[in-house]
């Protein structure tokens, strides 16, 4: 059983339980598990390194710093979260300045930052520890009559310098998982494109515009559904489908799953353990 | 179809000034004009955006004596390296503006926010460069031309200069000794529109391309405004001066910058000897351009080269001076090294041979850019004031293009109000409607521009290169009659009036087989050796003869040859040794 | 540089350009036409075009000018993606393609189309002319060219990426942003104005920076990075963004955007709870008027799936809520001692 510091995003907090609620259901049956993390907090979504950079590296250097302690990789379900914590380790790696003052405030708590411990998304865990062939083998109710747009987001590929696990215009990580997973990926251009949520509250109309030309895309290419490794990404496809869709005078619907849901209906677990009932968007 | 334009402009007042080009030299002219004068109308036609112009591949830096690098450093130190550079055929008058205008310059362009690198006490950096005694090259990494071509666009942008981008300048109208304005191509329309101006400042840049695939100059560069003004009867002056640069890319012929040599970079044969010892024992690889140029080809001549399937080439070596300088201070020519070269010149030297880079030569002026035509300036490359002679020293042409094209601005800024001319007739945009529909008419026997241009590179490289003799001239001169006759059967396929970039680059053929005319002329009169001209067959300078400028005149379409004197000064003929 | 005699290689193949077509005098829509031509390893895309010019095709359009990646005019979507065809080569365009041996060349995105694969460049230039994207000295003029100003390279430092940029507008095809309102400020101008309003010879960075806060402006980036991954000079456009952010809240605290504010919330937030409180953030963002009329048609169905995030008093701090609330407070003292070091400079 290889374990993992698991990063609890806000979002999955409040408003996208179901990612976690899932994850806690067949973590077991990939042979990982996810220690989650109760002390940690916000990474800033994008946003705090903007309104205060010193405050955004303090943050997660405590965050990172709290794994470190259990000597385990920080592990997100997040992508902003993702880009956000791997940003802030990134300047830390590359200031022994900012980090020694960072490490000054955290030394209070009896926390300090290493940066030993890697901050990884749990879509990578899942191929580059997991294994594809070992998730092919768990896989008891193959997706195969699915055919399934892939929706990557942004942060889980761009910046390519903070991340760099994907081509970051030309990803295939969640193609393959999916593809293990028995169900069909199909190629549509807005796959590596963005959802909108950055501007969600600041600009509702371009952001819906933008979830609009995504939903639009998938829903061209013949998909049956849509599948994103980050929750951000969902709320928008799904929470806002509806008003995107009429915005951009577009009718139909389509459904959208968490990475870990569908990972979760292949191992066999049914929709309602985990937790699709909850989405806007009926399935 | 292309459409003649009824344009409200035949009929409108005419622009205080057209500057035709919007490079380095037409942009200054333009913001120094509003700055003479902000109540004048001023527009810059220009065939591209003006921030893609040529200016913006210039690397290396701009000469002045600021003397923040060398305390010592004065004018006249830069005055006599130019002359010397020049191979004293430059006027000395012009270079003593062009040298002592060189800091105010440089200080007017920090003024306005041009982004240079900086030394430890935050003055503007300078390096050294090929043919100056002090280090006084001021750079802006290795992207010197396009932060000062960005800066001076937005000047104008916010000066509010007329804009006429993607205009295709074909004509000057003339009436007697005067000019009526412009006549160009809208190339997003086709239409032919016509410009009535008191001043027109030509700064279309170089005319090096005709070498085409020996050339490192961008696509464009093909002489426009020097070919315009030729036709309508300005005299051009020693255009037989074409620089090499010495290290061109092998395959591409794209510029390494002298920056590279001036960082510290050796030039190398296949024997591994930094060959440059016996032609310039002191300078080394800092000699000058034509010599250095001239060394390389001997090596190669000689049987020193290195051989490709892309030609004989040698290496210039970078990688002594390490991966950090490299990347901070030389990081486009890295770039540049890798996608056309497959090189990184951290790991690896460099295949270089040399390229024609510049024009000495171009429209005749005086020292305010004015030319025998009344209201009718030229500035920079497209000029010819003479500031260098017969070999450019590294780091003087940004000067040259910054310091006359502003003394053109306001020299046409203060003189429009002298001129009024009278109106362009509607025949004139008629008659170059029909010129141009003939184009595209099918012909029985026809001729497509693209082998024309292929083969007047050629010739122009093989007969009328770096080394040159009489026989060979002859021959270019030849095939330069030939092409000629062979270009009136070119047809344009692309009958369409939007965006015909078929019809343009047919029309930029033309202007350069004109102008290759007077080269080759130039080349073969010119009986002597002198800067970046070199005669086998007359090895030796012959100031006793020609110690004179070279002018053209258009006379039923073939270059009449003149002679001007070079005006001296403080400086007397000396032989020229590094 | 050559367009028919193409580099000795060995490798050698049969491509074919898949190219978009359309010349509105003629065209109702656009088209794609195939050409196939033999080339040889080590040939950049804009070789090929200009082989297809001179000798397929002479009507096909583009523009090119200096081809050696600094000019800037022959950037287009190459397999979908935006770049320079100068610089880029069809061998690597070759192993990216999802058709084997098809290139796709399309043109810009987010500017209007005039002819193939040319597109209109006005806007962008409209847009740098707005947001003033260019230094406004703080020298008179007529002062200008008796001293230099005296710059700190570490100053020098803060612009010198942001002036590579060489508007090729490929930042402006990918824009997400853009793409979905095309009078959004554009990532190019945002860098330019970024590289302005850090020049410490320039006079007028609050207005530039009053310009940019408004609508269509700074806010409204998404925070995608296209911009960033795709510009052709590697530049770290993001990074600008985020400048003017940060120097936005700096100067101006958060009361005039909505995307201030939106950011401002985040901070508040850890510093209290240590985690963010997304019921009351649409409020924070944009107001109760906003939130009531955009967002209670669908809290209804919210409410329904449970989906709606827990009010304040019910979003539990983080466990370690006393140490972090500590550490942030000291942070906060480092940053004031940092502001003070900084104005007193």
């Given at each position: 059983?290889?374990?993992?510091?698991?990063?609890?995003?806000?979002?999955?907090?409040?408003?996208?339980?179901?990612?976690?609620?899932?994850?806690?259901?067949?973590?077991?049956?990939?042979?990982?598990?996810?220690?989650?993390?109760?002390?940690?907090?916000?990474?800033?979504?994008?946003?705090?390194?903007?309104?205060?950079?010193?405050?955004?590296?303090?943050?997660?250097?405590?965050?990172?710093?709290?794994?470190?302690?259990?000597?385990?990789?920080?592990?997100?379900?997040?992508?902003?979260?993702?880009?956000?914590?791997?940003?802030?380790?990134?300047?830390?790696?590359?200031?022994?300045?900012?980090?020694?003052?960072?490490?000054?405030?955290?030394?209070?708590?009896?926390?300090?930052?290493?940066?030993?411990?890697?901050?990884?998304?749990?879509?990578?865990?899942?191929?580059?520890?997991?294994?594809?062939?070992?998730?092919?083998?768990?896989?008891?109710?193959?997706?195969?009559?699915?055919?399934?747009?892939?929706?990557?987001?942004?942060?889980?590929?761009?910046?390519?310098?903070?991340?760099?696990?994907?081509?970051?215009?030309?990803?295939?990580?969640?193609?393959?998982?999916?593809?293990?997973?028995?169900?069909?990926?199909?190629?549509?251009?807005?796959?590596?494109?963005?959802?909108?949520?950055?501007?969600?509250?600041?600009?509702?109309?371009?952001?819906?515009?933008?979830?609009?030309?995504?939903?639009?895309?998938?829903?061209?290419?013949?998909?049956?559904?849509?599948?994103?490794?980050?929750?951000?990404?969902?709320?928008?496809?799904?929470?806002?489908?509806?008003?995107?869709?009429?915005?951009?005078?577009?009718?139909?619907?389509?459904?959208?799953?968490?990475?870990?849901?569908?990972?979760?209906?292949?191992?066999?677990?049914?929709?309602?353990?985990?937790?699709?009932?909850?989405?806007?968007?009926?399935? | 179809?292309?459409?003649?334009?009824?344009?409200?402009?035949?009929?409108?007042?005419?622009?205080?000034?057209?500057?035709?080009?919007?490079?380095?030299?037409?942009?200054?002219?333009?913001?120094?004009?509003?700055?003479?004068?902000?109540?004048?109308?001023?527009?810059?036609?220009?065939?591209?955006?003006?921030?893609?112009?040529?200016t913006s591949?210039a690397?290396?830096g701009?000469?002045?004596?600021?003397?923040?690098?060398?305390?010592?450093?004065?004018?006249?130190?830069?005055?006599?390296?130019?002359?010397?550079?020049?191979?004293?055929?430059?006027?000395?008058?012009?270079?003593?503006?062009?040298?002592?205008?060189?800091?105010?310059?440089?200080?007017?362009l920090?003024?306005?926010g041009t982004p240079w690198s900086?030394?430890?006490?935050?003055?503007?950096?300078?390096?050294?460069?090929?043919?100056?005694?002090?280090?006084?090259?001021?750079y802006c990494a290795?992207k010197t031309g396009h932060t000062i071509l960005q800066t001076l666009?937005?000047?104008?942008?916010?000066?509010?200069?007329?804009?006429?981008?993607?205009?295709?300048?074909?004509?000057?109208?003339?009436?007697?000794?005067?000019?009526?304005?412009?006549?160009?191509?809208?190339?997003?329309?086709?239409?032919?529109?016509?410009?009535?101006?008191?001043?027109?400042?030509?700064?279309?840049?170089?005319?090096?391309?005709?070498?085409?695939?020996?050339?490192?100059?961008?696509?464009?560069?093909?002489?426009?405004?020097?070919?315009?003004?030729?036709?309508?009867?300005?005299?051009?002056?020693?255009?037989?001066?074409?620089?090499?640069?010495?290290?061109?890319?092998?395959?591409?012929?794209?510029?390494?910058?002298?920056?590279?040599?001036?960082?510290?970079?050796?030039?190398?044969?296949?024997?591994?000897?930094?060959?440059?010892?016996?032609?310039?024992?002191?300078?080394?690889?800092?000699?000058?351009?034509?010599?250095?140029?001239?060394?390389?080809?001997?090596?190669?001549?000689?049987?020193?080269?290195?051989?490709?399937?892309?030609?004989?080439?040698?290496?210039?070596?970078?990688?002594?001076?390490?991966?950090?300088?490299?990347?901070?201070?030389?990081?486009?020519?890295?770039?540049?090294?890798?996608?056309?070269?497959?090189?990184?010149?951290?790991?690896?030297?460099?295949?270089?041979?040399?390229?024609?880079?510049?024009?000495?030569?171009?429209?005749?002026?005086?020292?305010?850019?004015?030319?025998?035509?009344?209201?009718?300036?030229?500035?920079?490359?497209?000029?010819?004031?003479?500031?260098?002679?017969?070999?450019?020293?590294?780091?003087?042409?940004?000067?040259?293009?910054?310091?006359?094209?502003?003394?053109?601005?306001?020299?046409?800024?203060?003189?429009?109000?002298?001129?009024?001319?009278?109106?362009?007739?509607?025949?004139?945009?008629?008659?170059?409607?029909?010129?141009?529909?003939?184009?595209?008419?099918?012909?029985?026997?026809?001729?497509?521009?693209?082998?024309?241009?292929?083969?007047?590179?050629?010739?122009?490289?093989?007969?009328?290169?770096?080394?040159?003799?009489?026989?060979?001239?002859?021959?270019?001169?030849?095939?330069?009659?030939?092409?000629?006759?062979?270009?009136?059967?070119?047809?344009?396929?692309?009958?369409?009036?939007?965006?015909?970039?078929?019809?343009?680059?047919?029309?930029?053929?033309?202007?350069?087989?004109?102008?290759?005319?007077?080269?080759?002329?130039?080349?073969?009169?010119?009986?002597?050796?002198?800067?970046?001209?070199?005669?086998?067959?007359?090895?030796?300078?012959?100031?006793?003869?020609?110690?004179?400028?070279?002018?053209?005149?258009?006379?039923?379409?073939?270059?009449?040859?003149?002679?001007?004197?070079?005006?001296?000064?403080?400086?007397?003929?000396?032989?020229?040794?590094? | 540089?050559?367009?028919?005699?193409?580099?000795?290689?060995?490798?050698?193949?049969?491509?074919?350009?898949?190219?978009?077509?359309?010349?509105?005098?003629?065209?109702?829509?656009?088209?794609?036409?195939?050409?196939?031509?033999?080339?040889?390893?080590?040939?950049?895309?804009?070789?090929?075009?200009?082989?297809?010019?001179?000798?397929?095709?002479?009507?096909?359009?583009?523009?090119?000018?200096?081809?050696?990646?600094?000019?800037?005019?022959?950037?287009?979507?190459?397999?979908?993606?935006?770049?320079?065809?100068?610089?880029?080569?069809?061998?690597?365009?070759?192993?990216?393609?999802?058709?084997?041996?098809?290139?796709?060349?399309?043109?810009?995105?987010?500017?209007?189309?005039?002819?193939?694969?040319?597109?209109?460049?006005?806007?962008?230039?409209?847009?740098?002319?707005?947001?003033?994207?260019?230094?406004?000295?703080?020298?008179?003029?007529?002062?200008?060219?008796?001293?230099?100003?005296?710059?700190?390279?570490?100053?020098?430092?803060?612009y010198d990426?942001?002036t590579d940029c060489?508007?090729?507008?490929?930042?402006?095809?990918?824009?997400?942003?853009?793409?979905?309102?095309?009078?959004?400020?554009?990532?190019?101008?945002?860098?330019?104005?970024?590289?302005?309003?850090?020049?410490?010879?320039?006079?007028?960075?609050?207005?530039?920076?009053?310009?940019?806060?408004?609508?269509?402006?700074?806010?409204?980036?998404?925070?995608?990075?296209?911009?960033?991954?795709?510009?052709?000079?590697?530049?770290?456009?993001?990074?600008?963004?985020?400048?003017?952010?940060?120097?936005?809240?700096?100067?101006?605290?958060?009361?005039?955007?909505?995307?201030?504010?939106?950011?401002?919330?985040?901070?508040?937030?850890?510093?209290?709870?240590?985690?963010?409180?997304?019921?009351?953030?649409?409020?924070?963002?944009?107001?109760?008027?906003?939130?009531?009329?955009?967002?209670?048609?669908?809290?209804?169905?919210?409410?329904?799936?449970?989906?709606?995030?827990?009010?304040?008093?019910?979003?539990?701090?983080?466990?370690?809520?006393?140490?972090?609330?500590?550490?942030?407070?000291?942070?906060?003292?480092?940053?004031?001692?940092?502001?003070?070091?900084?104005?007193?400079?």
């Amino acid at each position: 059983m290889k374990r993992y510091a698991y990063y609890q995003s806000c979002i999955n907090e409040s408003m996208t339980k179901e990612v976690d609620r899932s994850i806690d259901l067949w973590q077991k049956d990939l042979g990982i598990e996810m220690v989650k993390m109760h002390e940690s907090a916000c990474c800033g979504g994008s946003n705090l390194d903007f309104v205060s950079p010193k405050h955004f590296a303090l943050v997660n250097a405590r965050n990172i710093a709290l794994a470190e302690k259990q000597g385990l990789d920080l592990v997100v379900s997040c992508n902003t979260c993702l880009m956000t914590i791997r940003t802030a380790k990134k300047k830390l790696d590359e200031s022994v300045e900012l980090k020694r003052e960072v490490n000054e405030i955290l030394g209070k708590e009896g926390l300090e930052y290493r940066g030993t411990s890697q901050v990884r998304h749990l879509l990578w865990v899942l191929i580059d520890d997991v294994g594809l062939d070992t998730i092919r083998k768990k896989v008891k109710t193959p997706l195969s009559k699915l055919r399934i747009a892939p929706f990557y987001g942004c942060h889980i590929l761009r910046p390519s310098s903070v991340l760099g696990k994907d081509d970051p215009l030309e990803p295939t990580s969640l193609d393959l998982l999916l593809d293990a997973l028995g169900g069909k990926s199909i190629p549509y251009e807005h796959k590596n494109r963005c959802c909108g949520f950055h501007t969600l509250l600041v600009a509702e109309e371009e952001s819906l515009n933008v979830a609009a030309e995504a939903l639009r895309e998938a829903m061209e290419a013949k998909a049956d559904c849509i599948v994103t490794p980050c929750p951000l990404c969902h709320t928008v496809l799904d929470g806002y489908q509806a008003k995107a869709l009429r915005q951009s005078g577009l009718r139909g619907s389509i459904p959208v799953f968490h990475l870990s849901e569908v990972v979760g209906l292949a191992l066999g677990y049914s929709e309602r353990q985990l937790g699709i009932r909850r989405h806007i968007v009926t399935v | 179809m292309l459409q003649v334009c009824t344009d409200f402009r035949l009929s409108m007042k005419p622009f205080d000034i057209v500057i035709v080009g919007g490079g380095g030299a037409g942009l200054y002219a333009a913001m120094e004009a509003m700055k003479t004068n902000p109540g004048l109308n001023v527009a810059v036609i220009s065939k591209i955006y003006p921030n893609r112009s040529h200016t913006s591949a210039a690397q290396g830096g701009a000469n002045a004596a600021l003397a923040n690098k060398a305390k010592d450093d004065t004018v006249e130190m830069h005055i006599f390296d130019t002359i010397k550079g020049s191979d004293y055929l430059a006027d000395q008058d012009a270079v003593e503006v062009l040298c002592s205008e060189a800091p105010k310059i440089i200080r007017e362009l920090d003024n306005m926010g041009t982004p240079w690198s900086r030394l430890d006490d935050k003055t503007i950096a300078q390096r050294p460069f090929g043919g100056a005694g002090r280090p006084r090259c001021c750079y802006c990494a290795d992207k010197t031309g396009h932060t000062i071509l960005q800066t001076l666009y937005e000047q104008c942008l916010r000066k509010g200069v007329f804009f006429f981008n993607e205009y295709f300048a074909i004509d000057l109208s003339v009436e007697g000794s005067r000019s009526r304005g412009l006549i160009a191509m809208n190339i997003k329309t086709g239409k032919i529109e016509a410009f009535p101006a008191k001043t027109v400042i030509f700064a279309t840049g170089g005319y090096s391309k005709m070498y085409w695939n020996r050339s490192s100059n961008a696509a464009g560069n093909t002489g426009d405004g020097q070919a315009i003004a030729y036709r309508a009867g300005i005299p051009l002056k020693d255009m037989e001066f074409v620089q090499f640069h010495p290290t061109g890319l092998r395959k591409s012929g794209l510029l390494v910058t002298e920056g590279a040599r001036g960082e510290g970079g050796y030039l190398v044969n296949a024997l591994g000897e930094r060959f440059m010892a016996r032609y310039a024992p002191e300078k080394m690889e800092l000699g000058p351009r034509d010599l250095v140029s001239r060394s390389l080809e001997t090596e190669i001549l000689e049987g020193r080269g290195l051989d490709s399937p892309a030609g004989k080439y040698l290496l210039l070596d970078l990688r002594h001076l390490g991966a950090d300088i490299i990347k901070s201070r030389l990081p486009q020519i890295r770039e540049m090294c890798m996608y056309f070269e497959g090189v990184d010149p951290i790991d690896e030297p460099v295949p270089v041979r040399p390229t024609a880079h510049y024009s000495m030569g171009g429209i005749d002026t005086d020292n305010y850019g004015r030319t025998i035509m009344e209201g009718v300036y030229a500035a920079g490359e497209c000029g010819c004031v003479s500031v260098h002679g017969a070999n450019r020293l590294g780091g003087n042409s940004l000067l040259d293009i910054l310091v006359f094209g502003r003394i053109a601005g306001r020299a046409a800024a203060e003189e429009s109000g002298k001129f009024n001319p009278s109106a362009i007739p509607e025949s004139e945009v008629t008659r170059i409607e029909h010129d141009l529909r003939g184009f595209m008419q099918p012909k029985g026997h026809y001729e497509r521009y693209g082998a024309l241009r292929e083969e007047l590179g050629q010739t122009l490289g093989l007969n009328v290169g770096i080394f040159r003799e009489a026989s060979k001239i002859r021959k270019g001169i030849e095939d330069i009659e030939s092409l000629t006759e062979r270009f009136s059967h070119v047809r344009v396929f692309d009958t369409g009036d939007i965006y015909n970039t078929n019809l343009l680059q047919a029309l930029e053929l033309k202007n350069m087989l004109d102008l290759a005319a007077t080269v080759a002329a130039g080349a073969l009169a010119r009986e002597e050796s002198r800067g970046s001209h070199t005669r086998n067959d007359f090895p030796v300078r012959d100031d006793k003869k020609w110690h004179k400028h070279t002018i053209y005149t258009y006379e039923e379409g073939h270059p009449r040859i003149g002679f001007k004197p070079v005006t001296m000064g403080r400086y007397e003929l000396q032989e020229r040794t590094y | 540089m050559s367009d028919t005699t193409i580099q000795h290689h060995v490798e050698s193949r049969d491509v074919t350009f898949r190219v978009h077509r359309f010349n509105p005098q003629v065209d109702s829509k656009p088209y794609f036409d195939d050409y196939t031509i033999k080339l040889e390893k080590g040939i950049t895309v804009l070789r090929a075009l200009n082989y297809i010019k001179e000798h397929v095709d002479s009507t096909v359009t583009f523009r090119a000018f200096c081809q050696a990646g600094i000019c800037g005019s022959c950037a287009m979507r190459i397999n979908g993606i935006s770049k320079l065809a100068c610089t880029t080569q069809v061998w690597d365009e070759l192993d990216r393609s999802r058709e084997t041996g098809i290139i796709r060349i399309e043109p810009l995105r987010n500017l209007p189309l005039i002819k193939d694969l040319v597109v209109e460049m006005d806007p962008l230039v409209g847009k740098m002319k707005k947001h003033s994207n260019w230094v406004d000295s703080r020298m008179p003029e007529d002062e200008w060219g008796k001293k230099e100003f005296l710059i700190s390279e570490k100053e020098f430092l803060t612009y010198d990426k942001a002036t590579d940029c060489i508007l090729c507008a490929s930042c402006v095809s990918e824009c997400t942003i853009l793409r979905a309102h095309q009078e959004y400020v554009s990532p190019a101008v945002l860098l330019k104005s970024y590289r302005m309003n850090v020049d410490s010879r320039d006079g007028i960075h609050d207005q530039r920076l009053a310009g940019l806060v408004k609508d269509h402006g700074v806010w409204d980036c998404t925070h995608c990075y296209r911009c960033q991954e795709t510009c052709v000079k590697h530049i770290p456009i993001m990074d600008a963004i985020h400048g003017i952010r940060e120097d936005a809240i700096e100067r101006r605290g958060t009361k005039d955007t909505s995307g201030a504010r939106h950011a401002e919330a985040f901070m508040d937030d850890i510093a209290k709870k240590g985690k963010l409180v997304e019921a009351t953030l649409p409020i924070r963002t944009n107001g109760i008027a906003w939130t009531v009329k955009n967002l209670l048609p669908m809290a209804f169905k919210m409410v329904l799936k449970r989906r709606t995030p827990p009010p304040p008093p019910l979003v539990k701090a983080s466990k370690g809520i006393d140490a972090l609330r500590k550490e942030f407070r000291e942070m906060t003292g480092h940053v004031t001692k940092d502001h003070q070091k900084k104005s007193g400079e």
